[in-house]
C-alpha cells in the first residue's frame, strides 16, 4: 500500500526544548518525536490530530521489499541495546520514530527480562495527569500520540541472548519521506565530527543559528546533518554549563572575597529547588551609592557577550552629572527566562534600597518587557532605539541593497518627525514606497512604537541632552574592556580596568569644573547664574540654547487669564513654530518640544520667552540637582538663591512680570470704549499719585485698606503708650504726627531685621557651598595620588 503525500513546511529555527510531556509514563531512553503545532515539520493531514475510528482502521505499510532488514519473530541479538539499535536503524529506513515503552523485571535478582520497544505515536496522551492540573501549562503542545499499534518486544534468554518475542508491523499514520526522517526525534544524531566543528565555532563566539548554516553548507543539505538546530542548542548550552563549571566557581570566589573586603558589596546568586542556576548579580558600595544621585534613569544592556560560552553580561548604567555613563551593578545571565529576569530585577532593586527609576532603557526583548511589567509596573519602559537601527541593517539587508535612500529616509522619519501624526504619516509614506507593508518585523517594529519612537517618549525622563543624539550610556560603559573573546578567567581583570578608568574620567571632569571658568557669551544674570551650578559639560549644553535664544522670536497667541500661550519660532520661519505655556505667578513655563522633560534642561523657547518677559534668572524649579557640581552633596544649594542680588532679582521679576500681566488686561478692557477709557485713564492717574507716594514715604500705606490698617496700628500703639506698658514710656497720649513717624521707625526696623537674616543666610550658604567644594578638591587630590602611586608602582 502506497503512504498518502503529505505536506510539509521544512524550515529552522524551532525554539522547543529536548523534553517532552507525551513520554512521562514511559521509561525512556530516546525522546518521543512529539512536536509542538509551530515546529516547521508539523503534520498538516487530520487524522492524526486525535484517536478515531477511522484513523484506527487505516494500516500503513513500508513501500518496497523490506526482508532483509526487517525484524521477525525469534530474531536474536547479542545484547538489549544491540536490539534497539536495530529497531531504530529499522524505523529510520521505513520513516518513523521509536521510544521504549515498558520493561519487565526479574523477581529474583531486579534484572530487566523484557523490554518493548514502540513507535513513538504508541498510545495517547493522558490530559488528566495530576501534574498537569498542579500546574499551569504557558505553551501547550500538539498531540501526536495516535495510538499506533506498532511495535517490537524482545525477552532475554539463559544463554544471555535477546530473541525478538513479538513484532507489529502496521502503522496507523502516514510514514515520514527520507529526505525528512532526520527531523525524528530517535534519528536526529549529533556526530563526533559535527561536535567538534559546534566546539570550535562556539568557541569563535557564534551562536547556534549561524552554526547550523555552515554545517549545512558543510554537509550538503540539512538532511545530511542528522539533526536540527533545537539539537544543537540543546548541545551548545549543555557544553557550555559543563565547560563553565571551573570558571563559574572563579567568579564566585570573586564575590565573596570582595563582600569580605566590604560589607556593603552586594551580591546574590539565584538557586532552584538549593541549585545553583547560573544568574548571578553584584553591585559595589559605589554603584549603589552611584545610584542614589543618578538613578533617575537606568539603562539594562544584554548586548554583551563577554565570553566563548557567550554568556550574556549585563550591566545596569545611568548618567552622571558630567553626562558620562555611571555603573550601577552588573550580572551574569546564564538563563535569558522570565522567570531568570524577574529575579535578576527585583533583587537589583533590593540592592538598590527599593528605589524604582522613573525610567529604564533595554534591547528590544519580548520576555525582558514581560519581566518589566512585572517589577516596574510605574517605570517608563524604551527599547534601545539605536539597537533597532542596528537590527534593521540586518533584517532590511535586501531593501538596503536595492534602495541605498531608504536608510537615511528611516532614520528621518524616527528621529525628525516631531508630532505624532506626523511620524505615522511618514511611516506609511514609506512602507508604501518602498513595498513593505507586510514585512514581519516592521510589523512588529511598529506595534512596539510607542517604547522606541522619540515622538512617543518626550514626556518622559531620560536624561539625553538629545532627543536624535545617541545615550553615551547604552553599550558603551565596557566598550574597549569586554568582547566576545573574553573568558571569565581574564574578565574581572578587565571589569576592574573599565571601572577605574570610567573614575578618573569622572574625576577630571570633577577638576576641570571646580578649577577652571567657562567663558560667558552673553551679559545675561541668568547665565552667570548657570555657571555656577552646572557641572561645565552641561553648562556649554545650556549655553547653547541660551545663545540660540537670540535668533528667536516670541508672541502672544493665547491669553487664559492664568496663562499666557507664546508663538516661539526662528526669524523668518513662522511656519515651523513651538508653543510655550507660560504661567507668570507661578513662574511655571512648558513647551510643545518637551525638552525639559526628557533632558532636564530648558530648551531655546522656553529661555525665549524668559528673555521677552524679564525674568533674569532661572526659577529653581528648572535647576535639576543631578546635573548641578553639587549633585553628590547632601547639601540643597540650588532651592534658594545663593544671594542677596539673586534673590532681588528673582522677586523683582515676579513683581514686574505680575504687574505687567494685569496692566494687558487692564488696557485691553479699558479700550473698548470711550467711556471704559476714560474711566481707565482717571483710574490710572489715581494710582500713579499713590505709587509715587507710597514711593517717597517707603512703604506708607497706599490704598483704603492700608490706611484702615494703618489706623488700627497707630490705635494699638496709642493704647500701649497710655497705659505706660511700652518699655517705660510716658503714658502722655501721642500725637498723629508722632505715631506716624513711630510706625514708620518700626517699618524700617523690622525691614532692617529681614535684611540682616537674608545676609546671614546667604553667609551661611556660601560656608556650607565652601565646605562641599573643599570636600570635592579633596576627593579630587586624593584620587589623583592614587593614580600617580599606581603610575609609579
Known sequence: ???????????????????????????????????????????????????????????????GDLSDFEPYEGMEFESEEAAKAFYNSYARRVGFSTRVSSSRRSRRDGAIIQRQFVCAKEGFRNLNEKRT???????????????CKASLSVKMQDSGKWVVSSFVKEHNHELVPPDQVHCLRSHRQISGPAKTLIDTLQAAGMGPRRIMSALIKEYGGISKVGFTEVDCRNYMRNNRQRSMEGDIQLLLDYLRQMHSE?????????????????????????????????????TFDTTYRSNRYRLPFAPFTGVNHHGQPVLFGCAFILNETEASFVWLFQTWLTAMSGHHPLSITTDHDAVIRLAIMQVFPETRHRFCKWHIFKKCQEKLSHVLLKHPTFEAEFHKCVNLTELIEEFESCWLSLVDRYELRDHEWLQTIYSDRRQWVPVYLRDAFFAEMSITQRSDSMNSYFDGYVNASTNLNHFFKLYEKAIESRNEKEVKADYDTMNTNPVLRTPSPMEKQASGLYTRKLFVRFQEELVGTLTFMASKAEDDGESITYQVSKFGEDHKAYHVKFNVLEMKATCSCQMFEFSGLLCRHVLTVFRVTNVLTLPSRYILKRWTRNAKSNVILEERPTDIYTGYLESHTVRYNTLRHEAFKFVEEGSKSLDTYNVAMGVLQEATTRVALAKKNEGRASNVDGRNNGDSARSGIRANYTSGD????????????????????????????????????????????????????????????????????
Not at 546568586?269 to 533617575?296: C, H, I, K, M
Open 726 to 793: 511700652h518699655l517705660g514710656i510716658s503714658d502722655q497720649p501721642l500725637s498723629e504726627e508722632d505715631m506716624d513717624k513711630k510706625i514708620q521707625e518700626l517699618r524700617d526696623e523690622l525691614e532692617y531685621t529681614n535684611r540682616k537674616c537674608e545676609v546671614y543666610r546667604a553667609n551661611l550658604l556660601s560656608v556650607l557651598k565652601d565646605i562641599e567644594d573643599h570636600k570635592l578638591q579633596l576627593s579630587i587630590k586624593v584620587q589623583s595620588l592614587k593614580i600617580s602611586m599606581k603610575d609609579s608602582i
Open 133 to 147: 492540573k498542579d500546574r499551569e501549562i504557558k505553551r501547550p503542545r500538539v498531540i501526536t500520540r495516535v495510538g
Open 262 to 298: 566590604n560589607p556593603d558589596f552586594f551580591y546574590a546568586l539565584q538557586e532552584d529547588d538549593g541549585q545553583f542556576t547560573g544568574n548571578v548579580l553584584w553591585a559595589d558600595p559605589r554603584a549603589r551609592a552611584n545610584y542614589s544621585y543618578f538613578g533617575d534613569t537606568v
Open 1 to 63: 500500500m502506497e503512504n498518502e503525500v503529505l505536506e510539509f513546511d521544512i524550515g529552522l529555527g524551532s525554539g522547543a526544548d529536548d523534553e517532552d510531556d507525551d513520554d512521562a509514563d514511559a521509561v525512556d531512553i530516546d525522546i518521543d518525536d512529539d512536536l509542538p503545532s509551530t515546529h516547521p515539520l508539523h503534520l498538516t493531514t487530520s487524522q492524526n490530530s486525535a484517536p478515531t475510528s477511522t484513523s484506527a482502521s487505516r494500516i500503513y505499510l513500508p513501500e
